[in-house]
């Protein structure tokens, strides 16, 4: 059965247009820095995040700790949400493997930190205390429902932490889908920070691959880390190619995904045991609760729905995530719809 699969963006397999452009790749050892394929590739995203260089690593997690570690000494320590990706879904690699402290504040609705919450949580130079070195902002922000960091906040940030000789980095996971919801280009949101990481695995389809961008000196010190951390690549041209399409292509049609999203969501609203968070969704993914009278488990509600073809993922205790993505049509939009009418009534 070809299901209908709403876990995650992240299942997205490669467009018929990425696997011609993997096969005809041209390919080098890229850890000579060899690799035509990937040097166009961190070039484009370079570009594209207004940064000076770029460097293509296997995921997001190791852009984001290669970026972290390349920012941050033994004993450094970083600022960020307790709802953060890096903060809880990274194995704790920034203080396992980096011996970096984490300052975790809370995040606002829609996933930004308070001015005044960094400024409280900024150490002062004291041998009892570790020493700030970075702030760390996530924007589209996952947990908080795929909400938007604006590029006013954004600077507000940034500003603020340069006045104060303080680095930001912006795990821009799905960076592109923000630049979609405001209308406005990814070197907008990434201009102002220090350091962004962006995943091309996500809606933008490539089968493999982040890039993590900034300038030339931070991005030589994180190539080592790469190597460090075992992401250093041989002829991964073969990959960067589908990202190649993803950054010409893909980013440029992420607002369909919005669009269906705010369809299902709208389908789904009329569906009295779904609820609905307040303002989902904010770019692909729609978060609800189940009504107080629904008798099921979430698990006997992913079972359900597999048996009749959609796959479901819960986020939580009587809660779900679904996401829209590339393969999510119109017609796969109705029957979900359909299908909960049918398993929640
Ligand atoms: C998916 C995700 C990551 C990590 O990317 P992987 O490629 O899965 O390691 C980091 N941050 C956010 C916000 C994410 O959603």
Known sequence: MEFIDLRSDTVTKPTPEMREAMAKAEVGDDVFGDD??????QEMAADMMGKEAGLFVPSGTMGNLAGILSHCQRGDEVILGKKNHTFLFEAGGISVLGGVHSHQLDNQPDGSLLLSDIEAAIRPDDPHDPITRLICLENTHNRCGGTVQTPE?????????????LKVHLDGARLFNAAAALNVSAKELAGPVDSVTFCLSKGLCAPVGSVLCGDREFIKRANRMRKMLGGGMRQAGVLAAAGIVALEKMTKRLSEDHARARNLAEGLSENRNII??????????????LAPGVKLSTSQI??????????VHASGERRFRLVTHYWIDDKAVDKTVAVFADVLQ
């Not at 992913?302 to 796959?311: A, D, S």
């Open 36 to 41: 035509p394929t990937v040097n166009r590739l």
């Open 153 to 165: 906040y954004i600077r507000q940030v940034a500003d603020f932490a340069h006045a104060r000789g």
């Open 276 to 289: 609905l968070d307040a303002g989902t969704p904010a770019t692909n993914m729609i978060f609800f609760n």
């Open 302 to 311: 992913e079972e359900k729905m597999k048996t009749k073809g959609i796959l």
